[in-house]
C-alpha cells in the first residue's frame, strides 16, 4: 500500500517537471471549534506562493457550517452540511500593484457512502471573488461553481474527523467559471494526500500534492499546469 501510494506521488512530479510547469507552495492551519451538536465554527489562517516567484498571498478565512437533521430515511447514514463563510485574501505582486480579494462562498456537502475503512464526501460550492488593486477605485468580479469528490482510507473503522492513526486521502476538484474576468481559470484539480491525527489531542497534520490544470479563459488551446505542495494543520478546540 505504502509503495504505491509513494508511486502515486513520483509519476505525477516527472510529468510536472517534463512539461516545464510552475509550482506552488501552500502552509495553513485550521483550527475548529464545535457550539453544538448542529453548528461548527472554523477558519483558515495560511500563506501560497509560486515558483518562479511573482506573487506571495497571505489569507484569512472564517466559516460556520451546519448540520440539519436529515429531510428523508434515505439519508439517515448520511452526512449533510451547509457551509457559508467568506475568505479574506492580501496579495503581494512582484511586478504588478498589490491586490485584496474578498471571497464570500456558500456549499453543501454530503458524506456517502460509508464504507469500513473508507469515507466518500461531495462538496458543492458557489465563490463570488471581489478582487480590489491598491491604488484604484474599481474592482474585478469573479463568480464560479466548484465541486471536489474525496476518498479518505483510514486504517481504522472509525469515520471520524479525528480518528487516531495515518490516513490517506485522494481528491479530485471540478471549477466551472460562471463569470471570469482572469485570463486563465482553474479547470480541474487532483490531489493525493497523506495525512496522520490524534484523537486524544485533535489535531490532524497532512501533506497534500495537487496537479492543477488551468485552461485559457479566451477557450484556445494554450494551457498551464501547477504542481501545488501543501502542509496543513488541523486543530479541533
Known amino acids: 500500500m505504502i509503495l ?15 512539461q516545464n510547469t510552475s509550482q506552488q507552495i501552500w502552509l495553513d492551519y485550521n483550527p475548529q471549534l464545535d ?5 461548527t465554527l472554523y477558519g483558515s489562517l495560511g500563506a501560497r506562493t509560486i515558483i518562479p516567484h511573482s506573487w ?5 478565512n472564517a466559516a460556520v457550517r451546519f448540520a440539519p437533521e436529515p429531510l428523508f ?52 460550492k458557489l465563490e463570488e471573488r471581489f478582487i480590489f488593486t491598491i491604488g484604484e477605485d474599481d474592482f474585478s ?7 471536489k469528490l474525496e476518498a479518505i482510507f483510514h486504517r481504522t473503522n472509525h469515520l471520524i474527523d479525528f ?3 495515518l490516513y490517506l486521502p485522494i481528491s479530485v476538484e471540478f471549477f466551472v467559471n460562471l463569470y471570469s474576468t482572469d485570463e486563465y481559470d482553474n479547470a480541474v484539480r487532483f490531489t493525493p494526500g497523506l495525512g496522520y491525527s490524534s ?3 485533535l489535531w490532524k497534520i497532512q501533506f497534500d500534492l495537487s496537479y492543477q490544470y488551468t ?4 477557450g484556445s488551446d494554450f494551457t498551464k499546469s501547477t504542481v501545488i505542495y501543501r502542509l496543513r494543520f488541523n486543530h479541533a478546540f
Open 199 to 201: 484523537k486524544r489531542d
Open 215 to 218: 485552461a485559457n479563459a479566451d
Open 4 to 18: 504505491r501510494f509513494i508511486f502515486a506521488f513520483i509519476v505525477p512530479l516527472n510529468f510536472v517537471y517534463a
Open 73 to 124: 430515511n434515505i439519508f439517515n447514514k448520511s452526512q449533510q452540511e451547509l457551509h457559508g463563510g467568506l475568505s479574506i485574501f492580501y496579495i503581494s505582486n512582484e511586478d504588478t500593484s498589490n491586490q485584496i480579494e474578498l471571497r464570500p462562498f456558500q456549499g453543501y456537502k454530503i458524506s456517502w457512502p460509508h464504507l469500513e475503512r473508507l469515507r466518500f464526501t461531495h462538496f458543492l
Open 35 to 39: 457550539l453544538s451538536q448542529k453548528y
Open 141 to 147: 468580479f469573479d463568480l464560479r461553481a466548484r465541486y
Open 163 to 165: 480518528a487516531e492513526g
Open 56 to 60: 506571495t498571498k497571505l489569507y484569512f
